[in-house]
């Protein structure tokens, strides 16, 4: 009975994915979230918060987010050997939102974009011994995905990760040197 709830489960999660999504595909060479914002609605609002870390000299931490009319918001976080981006989609599934983003490109260096969403957990190799792709599924009660976290062992250590909350997916990348 649960192997075929659990196929139930995975099929509806398929029919969701292919439903039509109300957001475009980014332009090709799109490289980041705030990219394929400005491309999809306008900005309407924004905060830039900046502050000098002493224990670097020179160095600035800087937290920039955007809100966007169509709901979109986009966090951008800057600091010492540390980038982050975070994007914020209304109205969309998890899965809706990995095809959506899986060709910008810095999706693309993490988890390339002829690879299908994750529906388990698995480790791979990507190129020298030490470089690793580990992916971590996550289910509700209901054994509906909700979150999917993807490392990448690589120049710098990336991580993917998509969160589904009620009403929107928020998905971080994020890099540390």
Same mark, same amino acid.
């Given at each position: 009975?649960?192997?075929?709830?659990?196929?139930?489960?995975? %099929?509806?999660?398929?029919?969701?994915?292919?439903?039509?999504?109300?957001?475009?595909?980014?332009?090709?060479?799109?490289?980041?979230? *705030?990219?394929?914002?400005?491309?999809?609605? *306008?900005?309407?609002?924004?905060? *830039?918060?900046?502050k000098e870390r002493k224990k670097y000299t020179g160095y600035i931490s800087e937290?920039?987010?955007?809100?966007?009319?169509?709901?979109?918001?986009?966090?951008?976080?800057?600091?010492?050997?540390?980038?982050?981006?975070?994007i914020t989609i209304p109205n969309i599934s998890i899965q809706q939102a990995y095809?959506?983003?899986?060709?910008?490109?810095?999706?693309?260096?993490?988890?390339?974009?002829?690879?299908?969403?994750?529906?388990? *957990?698995?480790?791979?190799?990507?190129?020298?011994?030490?470089?690793? $792709?580990?992916?971590?599924?996550? $289910?509700?009660?209901?054994?509906?995905?909700?979150?999917?976290?993807?490392?990448?062992?690589?120049? %710098?250590?990336?991580?993917?990760?998509?969160?589904?909350?009620?009403?929107?997916?928020?998905?971080?990348?994020? %890099?540390?040197?």
């Amino acid at each position: 009975m649960k192997k075929i709830l659990m196929l139930l489960l995975f %099929c509806i999660q398929t029919l969701a994915s292919a439903q039509e999504m109300h957001y475009p595909k980014p332009e090709p060479g799109t490289h980041s979230f *705030n990219e394929y914002a400005a491309q999809v609605s *306008n900005p309407i609002d924004s905060l *830039n918060l900046s502050k000098e870390r002493k224990k670097y000299t020179g160095y600035i931490s800087e937290l920039i987010k955007i809100y966007y009319a169509n709901g979109i918001t986009v966090t951008n976080l800057s600091e010492h050997e540390y980038q982050s981006e975070t994007i914020t989609i209304p109205n969309i599934s998890i899965q809706q939102a990995y095809y959506l983003v899986q060709d910008i490109i810095q999706v693309r260096e993490i988890y390339p974009s002829n690879k299908s969403f994750p529906h388990r *957990n698995y480790t791979e190799r990507i190129g020298k011994p030490w470089n690793d $792709r580990n992916i971590t599924i996550t $289910r509700n009660g209901d054994g509906i995905i909700s979150k999917v976290e993807i490392y990448a062992d690589m120049e %710098c250590r990336s991580y993917l990760t998509f969160i589904s909350l009620p009403g929107e997916v928020v998905i971080t990348y994020e %890099c540390m040197l």
